[in-house]
């Protein structure tokens, strides 16, 4: 059977074809009596409007880009954040009869391939995560004035409206607690330091050791597991009578209490530990992790209405979401 067309509807509404075609797409520019007539005949034909025809008409794709500014093996690894944001913005734009399309920036040549698909005109709009100092590309896509907003605070200088969660207070409340917990020697696993989240985190340990006259214990890692345990390492072998560590992201600490195992400490007997985020492994490893809540399934959402609101020229003010602490028996 051939597909019901504008023309049939019109003839079976007694309307004209543009008057359908406003219905359709909807335009307030029709009566309500008009509009209900037009409806009924879609539904008793069984009309879908043309996606592509539609699409010229509006100008809009209904597609969103999020842009991952990390390599697959980053991005599909055991961190859930990036899997947290991507099912949080896809059920987002969902809702909107929008979908996201996925794309990985984590070279040079995939950061020229983005580019000239936006540039193309394929999507309505771009939501960047995880970006890096070097990143290119919120730059290069502010110039191309297709609408962005990013996951985060930009860490180049440029006017992209961002969500992100408040890290420095988030930061300084672990350290805070650990020193409320008597601990004297305490450590951290800051983030890279090329990402505003990690300078953020960093900022808020510093700051609070810094008021209370303690001196600062930094290594640095990457946000993965594995970087976590080689910097305890580092830590353990800089300061062996350390007694706290906070870690600026769960699997860093995840890491860090692996190192800390293997080199004979107990937690939170001999070193208390701290991490950022609040994954679900937090609960289940032992003992169960202390770790501030980093919403990023809220912020994922967020950050999609923030792009949605700038489609119809709506605000761009940044959003800055609160953390919280949550106390369990690794401090």
Sequence with gaps: MRRPTLEAVAARAGVSR???????????????????????????????????????????????????????????????MFSTVIRSASIELEAVNMQVVLLLAGSPESHARVEHYIAGGHVDGVMLVSSHGADPLPVALTRLRVPVVSYGRPAVPVAIPYVDSDNVSGAATAVRHLLERGRRRIATIAGPLDMIGGQDRLAGYR???????????????????????????????????????????????????HALRQAGRRIPDDVAVVGFDDIEAARYTDPPLTTVRNPHAEQAAAMVRLLLGLLEDGPTDPLIMPTELVVRTSS
């Design 18 to 80: 543009s008057t359908v075609s406003r219905v359709v797409n909807g335009q307030t520019t029709v009566t309500p009596d008009i509009r209900e007539v037009v409806l009924r005949a879609v539904n008793e034909l069984g009309y879908v409007p043309n996606g592509a025809a539609r699409n010229l008409v509006t100008q809009r794709t209904n597609s969103i880009a999020l842009v991952v500014s990390e390599p697959p093996n980053r991005v599909f690894s055991d961190d859930p």
């Design 207 to 257: 700051q609070v050791l810094h008021d209370s006259d303690r001196r600062s214990i930094i290594a640095v890692g990457d946000f993965t597991r594995e970087s976590g345990a080689v910097a305890m390492r580092q830590l353990l072998a800089d300061d062996p009578e350390l007694d706290a560590v906070f870690a600026a992201n769960d699997l860093m600490a995840i890491g860090a209490m």
